[in-house]
C-alpha cells in the first residue's frame, strides 16, 4: 500500500464527477489537525474531503491490502519449500561397521507439495471470500463516512436557517416596536407597550445567541470531520429528498453489508471444507542433500523421497475443528438475514421518519401563511385602534412558532432522506458521486 493511499481513493471515487476532480487544501489533508478556510463548499465536496480525511478509510483499505497478502500466503503451498539447514558439535552414529563421529553437517532440502486432498485449495478459497469480504466492508465504510459527514452538513444548514429566520423575526419586532413608539409619542397608547415589545425583542435576542452557538458547535464538527470550514454552505441536492424507493422493492444483492455478510459465509464454508481435508493424507516429494564432516572421512547424503503424512488418531482434535468450521458457517449464514434486517429497519424508520417530516413540512408552511396574512391584517387594525399590542405580538410569535416548525421539519426530513440513501447505499450517487459497483472496485495497491 503506498502512503498517498486515501488521496487516491478519493480520485477514484470522483473519476466520473461531471465536475472537474479537485483535492482538499494542504491544511486539511491527512494527519493534519488543523483546518483550512474556503468560501464556498457543497455537500459533494464536504463528503469528498471526509473520505480524504478520514482514518477508518485508511484503516479498512489496509485491511484489504492484509487479504491479498493472505491469499498470496495461501497460495504458496503449491510452490516448492526450500529450506538450508546446518548443525555443528558432537553427534555420535554407531551401527554393525562400526562408529562415526561427526562434528559439522550442513546441505539443502526441497519439498514440493503433490497432492493434499484439497488442504491448501480450500484455504486459498477461503482466503478470497476472506478478501471479498475486507472489500465489501470497505465499500460500506465509504458509506458510513458519508452519512456521518452529510449529517453534520444538514445540521449546519438547520442551525443557519434557524439564524435567519431568528433574525427576520427580531426584525419584524423591531418594526413593531417603531410603530409603538410613534403611537406613544402621538400619544395614542402608553409608554408601557414600548417596554413590553423591547423585552420580547431582548428575549428573541437571546435565543438568536443560542442558534448562533449551535450553528458555531456544527460548524466546528462538521469541519473536523471533512478539515475545511467554509464561508457559505450550498443547498443540498435535491435528488436526496425525491420520493425513495418503496421497501418492498430494496435490492438487497448489491449493499455492501449484504455482500460482506455473504463473502463471510463462503469463506466459512471453505473453512468447513479445510476442516474435513484435515482426514486425508497429505502427499510431497522432498529431496535434500546433506555433507556430514566427521572424525575419520566426510560425506555427502542424496534422497529423493516420497512423503506421506496421514493422521491416524489426534484423540479427536480433527473432528472437533469440524464441528467448530459447521459452527462458525451456521453463524455467518443467520448474518446474511441480519444484514438485511438491520437494513429493512433503517430503512423503514427512515421513510416513516421523512413521511412525517414532509407532513409536518406542509402544515408548518400553511401556518406560515396563516400567521403572516392575520399580522398584515392586524397592523392595520392596530392602526386604526381595533387591536392592542399583545395582538400584534401574538400573531408574531404565531408567525415564528410556524417558521420554527417548518425548518424543522424540513431539516428533519433532510436526516431522513439521508439515513435511507446510508441503509441502501445510494447516499454517494444522490450526491454526485460516482461509486464503483461491488465487483470493480479500484485496486489500492
Not at 548443525?87 to 561427526?102: A, E, M
Not at 418594526?175 to 417596554?195: C, E, F, I, P, Y
Not at 572421512?297 to 482434535?317: E, F, I, M, N, T
Amino acid at each position: 500500500m503506498t502512503k498517498s493511499l486515501i488521496p487516491a481513493v478519493t480520485a477514484l471515487l470522483c473519476f466520473a464527477l461531471s465536475a472537474p476532480a479537485f483535492s482538499a487544501p494542504a491544511s486539511a489533508g491527512k494527519g493534519t489537525p488543523g483546518v483550512a478556510r474556503i468560501d464556498t463548499v457543497t455537500l459533494k465536496e464536504s463528503i469528498l474531503f471526509a473520505l480524504d480525511r478520514d482514518p477508518s478509510v485508511g484503516q479498512q483499505a489496509a485491511q484489504l491490502g492484509i487479504g491479498q497478502a493472505q491469499i498470496d500466503e495461501a497460495r504458496s503451498g503449491w510452490f516448492p519449500q526450500i529450506s538450508l539447514n546446518g548443525s555443528t558439535g558432537h553427534s555420535q552414529t554407531t551401527d554393525s561397521s562400526g562408529s562415526l563421529k561427526n562434528s559439522a553437517a550442513w546441505g539443502l532440502t526441497v519439498t514440493q507439495l503433490v497432492y493434499d486432498f484439497g488442504k491448501t485449495q480450500s484455504s486459498i478459497n477461503q482466503q478470497k471470500s476472506q478478501e471479498e469480504n475486507y472489500r465489501y466492508q470497505l465499500m460500506a465504510t465509504f458509506t458510513d463516512v458519508a452519512e456521518k459527514t452529510a449529517l453534520a452538513y444538514v445540521e449546519v444548514k438547520r442551525y443557519d436557517a434557524l439564524n435567519i429566520a431568528a433574525q427576520e423575526h427580531i426584525t419584524a419586532l423591531e418594526g413593531v416596536q417603531r410603530m409603538v413608539s410613534l403611537r406613544a409619542d402621538a400619544g395614542l397608547n402608553s409608554r408601557s407597550d414600548v417596554l413590553l415589545a423591547q423585552t420580547r425583542i431582548t428575549g428573541m435576542k437571546a435565543t438568536l445567541e443560542q442558534y448562533r452557538a449551535s450553528l458555531q458547535s456544527a460548524r466546528a464538527r462538521l469541519g473536523v470531520l471533512t478539515g475545511v470550514q467554509a464561508t457559505k454552505y450550498a443547498e443540498p441536492p435535491q435528488t436526496l429528498v425525491n420520493d425513495p424507493v418503496p421497501l418492498d422493492q430494496i435490492d438487497y444483492t448489491w449493499i455492501p453489508a449484504v455482500l460482506a455478510a455473504r463473502a463471510q459465509e463462503s469463506a466459512s464454508g471453505y473453512a468447513v471444507d479445510r476442516a474435513k481435508s484435515q482426514h486425508w493424507p497429505t502427499l510431497s516429494l522432498q529431496g535434500g542433500r546433506t555433507r556430514y564432516e566427521s572424525d575419520n572421512r566426510s560425506y555427502w547424503d542424496d534422497q529423493v523421497q516420497l512423503k506421506v503424512d496421514a493422521p491416524l488418531y489426534q484423540g479427536g482434535a480433527v473432528s472437533a475443528r469440524v464441528r467448530q468450521a459447521e459452527g462458525a458457517r451456521q453463524m455467518a449464514s443467520t448474518q446474511v438475514d441480519q444484514a438485511r434486517f438491520d437494513i429493512l429497519q433503517k430503512a423503514a424508520v427512515a421513510q416513516a421518519d421523512w413521511q412525517g417530516a414532509n407532513g409536518r413540512e406542509q402544515a408548518g408552511q400553511q401556518q406560515l401563511d396563516n400567521a403572516r396574512r392575520t399580522r398584515d391584517v392586524y397592523k392595520n387594525e392596530y392602526t386604526l385602534s381595533k387591536r392592542s399590542l399583545s395582538d400584534l405580538l401574538s400573531v408574531e410569535q404565531d408567525i415564528w412558532q410556524a417558521a420554527l416548525s417548518r425548518i424543522t421539519a424540513e431539516y428533519d426530513s433532510w436526516v431522513a432522506a439521508v439515513n435511507y440513501a446510508a441503509a441502501l447505499d445510494t447516499l454517494l450517487p444522490l450526491t454526485g458521486i460516482e461509486k464503483n459497483t461491488a465487483n470493480t472496485l479500484p485496486d489500492l495497491n
